[in-house]
């Protein structure tokens, strides 16, 4: 199907898509009601149009894919498919993580849309939250979780090879990871048209970067590892505008860019884009008064305890009772498990010592991903509104000097000098 054919809803298509399919309007109203229906287009994301329909009964959310990157315009085309591979990621995640994603109720292929749960109020994008100020002492807990469950069941620790195949070829998804491999490991580290940083206060260290013989070196071997690792369906853009959050709840949304890759990227993703905001702290705190942030820094650094030590936990939990349900025997074909055997000869210190070398190798991945991620969001296309709002800029570019700096180091040097996560929190508040 060319992707060309898919036509744009407006508001009034939306409520026609929906009124005419009975088992999706019962969610936003009875038939008839159709004429009180609300719909706003709340996207705010780079990619996609979503619309937010409310009525008698509750609402949808409906999410359209269209043939091209919604912050460039048409000029940058891009394959609907990724419509396809939400879809099936989000249910595939629901199914692993049902507390911590949205329910799908449809994908239409032929409009590229998804209608999944509405996160209603008080639901807030966790990004938004955080520009605001905010705090939410569960979110980095519930964000571990939801990358132990999904990460863990879909590697082939506890997948079969057949199955896991098939998995990849689902989701091959090689426009989206085409995007990430140009916008995050190849364009800050060049010339690039669309790079964009605060000018001229960061014109030297963008140009830095472009000389930075180690720091182009070190995002090669990611690059490779984002190309050729293939552990786990991973979620692929796992930052704060993909969160939202309430008081006592996380929900995972817009996993396009999933594909079988690199466990680490998921996890160094979502840390990256908690030590962006704890660099911009400093920024709203000029406009706000010394002090203002002061309890989020805090906050902003135990989530990324939490994020990881949740889910280097429970990864290894989900392991060891996958281990023990085979009876050390018939674990997925990668489980030391299936060798070594949880009770005999080996015994379960080998295991274990298989589990801590495994969760240290990840360890040192997380940190050089985690610096790119930064850097991509100081001198690349997308930034985001962490820094984005701070409106004076020197203030601002004080600030993303600081966080540049930090994400370099940890690209080139993190892996060989953090052991831990508390060491890296140390060392992120010793650079603000
Ligand atoms: P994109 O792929 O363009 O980044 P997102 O999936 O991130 O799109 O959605 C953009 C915005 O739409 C989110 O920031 C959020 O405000 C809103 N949104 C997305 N999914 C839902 C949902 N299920 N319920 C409520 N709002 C949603
Ligand atoms: C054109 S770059 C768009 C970015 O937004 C998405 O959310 C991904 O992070 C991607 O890199
Ligand atoms: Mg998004
Ligand atoms: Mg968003
Ligand atoms: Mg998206």
Known sequence: RPTSS???????????????????????????SEGSWDVKEVGDGNINFVYIVTGPSGGVCVKQALPYVRCVGEGWPLS?????????????????????????????????????????PPNVILRHAIVQGGTFPHVGRHTGEFLAATLFSTSLLAMDSRSFRQMQVRFTNPDLCALTEQVIFADPYAQAAINRWTAPQLDEAAAGLRADTEAKAAISVLKRKFCCSADALIHGDLHTGSIMVTADSSVMIDPEFAFVGPIAFDPAKIIAELLIPYFAADGHEAAQGAGSRAGQRVWLLQCIVDVWETFSSRFLELWSAKVAADGGAAAGDLSPGALLGAAADNGPAALASCQQAFVAGLWADVLGFAGAFIIRRLVGIAHTADMDSIA????????????????????????????????LTAAAAAAR
Do not use: N, W
């Open 392 to 423: 004076d800029a020197d203030v601002r570019a004080a600030c993303e000097l600081r966080a540049l700096r930090f994400g370099r180091h940890l690209l080139v040097q993190g892996a060989a000098t953090y052991k831990g996560v508390r060491e």
């Open 6 to 32: 898919v036509s744009a809803l407006d508001a009034a298509g939306v409520v026609a898509f929906l009124a005419g399919r009975p088992q999706l309007a019962k969610h936003v109203g009875p038939a008839g």
């Open 80 to 120: 609907c498919d990724r419509a396809r591979i939400e879809a099936e990621a989000l249910a595939l995640e629901h199914k692993l993580c049902p507390q911590h994603t949205p329910q799908v109720y449809l994908y239409e292929p032929a409009s590229s849309v998804i209608v999944m749960q509405l996160l209603g």
